[in-house]
């Protein structure tokens, strides 16, 4: 299994689309196998979760993310875990823990002419 966690500066980034980078964990069993950070290409609608896919991704980590970008991540096959913080390393232990604990999303500001909560 392969996480992705949108990640700003070793901390679980506000929005998963305009982060400097995710941190790429697979997993094997209850352990890291691999982590590697790879910068984000570019926030453009739509292109992230199949992006991400492409790395073999099955979960990704955000503090924020907009409904329709759930439903994009979902038709890849890839769940969506928002509303979490921290820094990089927690998350990773809460999640393999099973103690990571999800939220509200937090991504709440205005991209443009829409919410992010409506299209992202």
């Known amino acids: 299994m ?3 966690i949108a990640t700003d500066n070793g901390h679980v980034a506000q929005h998963f689309g305009h982060c400097a980078a995710y941190t790429l964990v697979e997993l094997e069993g209850n ?3 691999k ?3 790879i910068e984000n290409p570019g926030h453009r609608p739509g292109f992230l979760p199949g992006f991400l896919a492409r790395y073999g991704v099955s979960c990704i980590i955000a503090g ?3 409904r ?3 439903e994009l991540f979902a038709e890849q096959g890839i769940e969506s875990v928002v509303g979490v913080t921290g820094s990089v ?3 990773i232990a ?3 823990s099973g ?3 999800p939220g509200e999303s937090l991504c709440n500001h205005r991209h443009g002419e829409h919410r992010c909560s409506e299209e992202h």
Do not use: S, T
Request: glycine share 8%.
């Open 2 to 4: 392969k996480i992705a």
């Open 31 to 33: 352990r890291v196998i």
């Open 35 to 37: 982590k590697e950070l």
């Open 64 to 66: 924020g993310m907009g």
């Open 68 to 70: 329709r970008a759930q």
């Open 89 to 91: 390393e927690q998350v």
């Open 94 to 96: 809460d999640y393999l």
């Open 99 to 101: 103690n990571l604990q």
